[in-house]
C-alpha cells in the first residue's frame, strides 16, 4: 500500500503536503470517535449503575462535542485529500495527453484510439477515490482496529479477546472472497476489452445504421461483452459462500457475548456491570463492523488503482519506446535521401528486412509494387513520423535523427491519401497553418496554383468558407486539392505523396495532376500510386515487393524488360480496355 501511494504522490510532489495533512486530521477524527464511545460507555454505567442521570447529562453533552469535532476533522481530512485527488487526476491526464501528442505515428498504427482514450481517462479516473476518500479511509481501517482493542481492554479485556477472536475469522473468510488474483486480472482485462469494444462500436455506429448492421454482426463488441459476463460470473461464484459467511459473522457476532454475559453472571459477577458491558459492546459492534468493511474495500480500491497506475505506465512506457529523437541540426544543406540496412516491423510483422536505397535530390521517384511490400513504410519512413528500427536513414548526408523536429517539419511535405482538414476552420486558415508566418497573398497565391478558385467560387465566403459540420462538406477530390495548397504554401523540398489522387474523380484528378506538377517543381518527390497512367514522367521507378527494391528505372527502360514491372503495366493495360459487352 505505501508503495502504491509513493508511486501516486510523484506525480504530484507539489501537493503532497495535503497527504501528510490529510492523515493527520484522519487520524485526530479516529481518535476523537474512540473518545465519544469511551464518554457513552460511562453514560451507561452512571445510568444503569451509578443511577447518576445529571452527571450523565453532562457525559451525553461531551458525546454530542465530541462526534461534531470527529465529523469536522473527517470533513477537513477529506477536502485535503480531494484537492490531492483531483490534482492526481488532472496530472496523469495530462501527462498521458502530452504522451499522445509525443509519440509517433507507428505507436497509433498498433493502439486504437478508443484503448488509448479509455486507458488515459478510465484509469487516471480509477486513482481518483484512492488518493481522495482511501487515505482518511486508511487511517482509519489502521488507527481504528488499534484504539477499538485499547479502548475494549480498559473496558474488559475478555471483550477484547472476544473481537480479537472474531476479527480472525472474518479475515479469513476475507481472504477466501479475495484470494485469487487471477480472477480480479481476468475480470480487469475483460471489464477493458468491452469498454474499448464500446468506444469503436458507437463511434462506427454511423455505418452501422446506413448499411442496417445489427448488433449481432458486431462481433468484437459482442466477444467482449460475453468475455465481461463469464468473467464477473466466474468471480461472483467464488466469492459468494465467504460473503455470506462474513455478512451473518459482523451483523450477528454481538450475540456472541451473552453467553459469556451469563457465564460472568453465574459466577458472582455485578449484573448490572455485565449488562452495561453487553450493552456497549453491541453499539459498539457497529463501529466493528464499518472498520473490518473499510479494511475489506481498502484492499479491493487499492488494489485496483495499483491496475489502473500499471496500465497507464505500460502505456505511456510504450509511447516513450515509439517516440521519435530528434537531434541540434536546424537546416537542411542537401536534399538527397539514403537508406542503409533499414529493417522496420510492425510489431512482430517485418516489413523492411535490411532495405538499402539512394534517391538523389531534384528528382521524382515513384513506388509502385503489391499492397503490403513496404511502399507506404518507405515513405513514413522518410517523413519522419516513424522511428527507424535498425539501420540508418540519412537526409542530406545526415542521420534523420539529427536534425531538429522543427527542420523536419520545415523541409518534408506529405500529402495523404486520405486528407484532412481542421473542422470549424475556414478553407484560408487550413492552408495558412502549413506555414503560420505566410502573408495572405502568398495563401491566396497556393490556393491558385493549386486550382482551388473553382473550389472558393462555389462559395459567397470563398476562402472564409468553415469547413466541417458548421460549414461546409467538400469531396474527397476538393479536400485533396486544399492539402495540396497547403504543402504548397509550406514550400517543402522533401515531397511525399501517398496516394494523393486515389479519392479524385476525374475532374478533380485533372485538376491535381496540374496542381502537383507546379508543386513537384525543384523537390526530392517520393509518390505511391496504383494509377501508372500517373506516374509515367517520373524520373524513375522503383518496383518494391517484400521490402525490397526488385526493379528500378524510367518507365521506358522497365518497359523494355520482362520484369514485374512490366507484368504490372500489362495487366494495368488490361483493366483499363475491359468494357462490358
Not at 124 to 129: E, K, S, V
Not at 358 to 368: F, N, P, Q, R, S
Not at 381 to 395: A, D, M, Q
Request: charge should be negative; proline fraction near 2%; glycine fraction near 8%.
Amino acid at each position: 500500500m505505501f508503495e502504491l501511494y509513493r508511486r501516486l504522490l510523484g506525480y504530484i510532489p507539489e501537493r503532497s503536503i495535503h497527504a501528510r495533512v490529510s492523515i493527520a486530521l484522519a487520524a485526530i477524527s479516529c481518535v476523537m470517535n474512540m473518545v465519544a464511545y469511551w464518554l457513552l460507555y460511562q453514560t451507561l454505567v452512571l445510568l444503569l449503575v451509578g443511577n447518576d442521570p445529571g452527571q450523565a447529562a453532562s457525559y451525553a453533552m461531551w458525546i454530542v462535542l465530541a462526534m461534531v469535532a470527529y465529523g469536522l476533522l473527517n470533513i477537513a481530512a477529506l477536502l485535503h485529500s480531494h484537492y490531492l485527488g483531483f490534482g492526481l487526476e488532472t496530472k496523469l491526464r495530462t501527462s498521458g495527453l502530452n504522451d499522445v501528442l509525443d509519440a509517433s505515428f507507428s505507436f497509433f498504427d498498433t493502439h486504437q484510439s478508443g484503448e488509448v482514450r479509455r486507458i488515459i481517462d478510465d484509469n487516471a479516473g480509477n486513482t481518483h477515490r484512492t488518493v481522495a476518500h482511501l487515505i482518511p479511509n486508511n487511517v482509519s481501517a489502521i488507527v481504528t482496529p488499534v484504539l477499538m482493542f485499547v479502548l475494549l481492554g480498559i473496558i474488559d479485556w475478555r471483550l477484547c479477546i472476544l473481537l480479537l477472536v472474531t476479527i480472525a475469522i472474518g479475515v479469513l473468510q476475507y481472504k477466501a472472497m479475495y484470494g485469487r488474483p487471477e480472477l480480479m486480472e481476468k475480470f480487469g482485462r475483460a471489464m477493458e476489452e468491452m469498454s474499448s469494444a464500446s468506444v469503436e462500436y458507437v463511434r462506427g455506429i454511423q455505418v452501422i445504421k446506413i448499411f442496417g448492421v445489427t448488433v449481432h454482426y458486431y462481433k468484437a463488441l459482442i466477444d467482449a461483452i460475453r468475455e465481461y459476463r463469464d468473467n464477473i460470473y466466474e468471480y461472483t461464484l467464488s466469492c459468494r459462500r465467504p460473503y455470506v459467511g462474513f455478512q451473518v459473522l459482523f451483523n450477528v457476532f454481538y450475540a456472541l457475548a451473552i453467553p459469556f454475559a451469563i457465564l460472568f453472571i453465574v459466577q458472582g459477577e455485578p449484573a448490572g456491570v455485565i449488562l452495561v458491558k453487553v450493552l456497549f459492546f453491541s453499539m459498539f459492534s457497529g463501529v466493528c463492523y464499518s472498520a473490518f468493511m473499510a479494511v475489506m474495500f481498502t484492499g479491493m480500491d487499492n488494489y485496483q488503482a495499483k491496475q489502473a497506475l500499471d496500465h497507464l505506465e505500460n502505456l505511456r512506457s510504450e509511447m516513450a519506446a515509439s517516440r521519435i529523437t530528434s537531434g541540434d541540426l536546424d537546416e537542411m544543406q542537401r536534399f538527397d535521401v539514403e537508406f542503409r540496412d533499414v529493417t522496420y516491423a510492425y510489431g512482430d510483422r517485418v516489413v523492411l528486412d535490411g532495405f538499402s536505397c539512394t534517391l538523389e535530390a531534384g528528382k521524382i521517384y515513384a513506388l509502385v509494387g503489391p499492397s503490403g511490400g513496404g511502399k507506404s513504410t518507405i515513405a513514413k519512413l522518410i517523413s519522419g513520423f516513424y522511428p527507424v528500427s535498425t539501420g540508418e536513414l540519412l537526409i542530406g548526408g545526415n542521420s534523420i535523427h539529427a536534425y531538429t523536429e522543427d527542420a523536419l517539419l520545415c523541409n518534408i511535405a506529405y500529402v495523404f491519401q486520405n486528407a484532412k482538414l481542421f473542422p470549424h476552420m475556414s478553407i484560408y486558415e487550413n492552408v495558412h497553418c502549413g506555414r503560420p508566418a505566410a502573408s495572405r497573398d502568398e495563401v491566396m497565391r497556393a490556393l491558385e496554383d493549386a486550382e482551388c478558385l473553382s473550389i472558393l467560387d462555389k462559395f459567397s465566403d470563398r476562402e472564409a468558407t468553415v469547413v466541417g459540420s458548421e460549414g461546409v462538406h467538400l469531396s474527397g477530390g476538393e479536400v485533396q486539392r486544399i492539402a495540396v495548397a497547403r504543402a504548397m504554401l509550406k514550400n517543402a523540398n522533401i515531397l511525399i505523396l501517398d496516394e494523393a489522387s486515389a479519392a479524385a474523380d476525374p475532374q478533380n484528378e485533372y485538376e491535381l495532376q496540374r496542381a502537383f506538377t507546379r508543386l513537384m517543381e525543384g523537390k526530392t518527390v517520393i509518390m505511391i500510386a496504383h494509377r501508372l497512367s500517373a506516374i509515367r514522367n517520373v524520373d524513375e521507378i522503383l518496383f518494391i515487393e517484400d521490402g525490397q527494391v526488385v526493379e528500378r528505372g524510367s518507365e521506358q527502360e522497365l518497359m523494355r524488360t520482362s520484369g514485374r514491372y512490366r507484368q504490372l503495366a500489362d495487366l494495368y493495360q488490361q483493366a483499363n480496355d475491359w468494357r462490358v459487352s
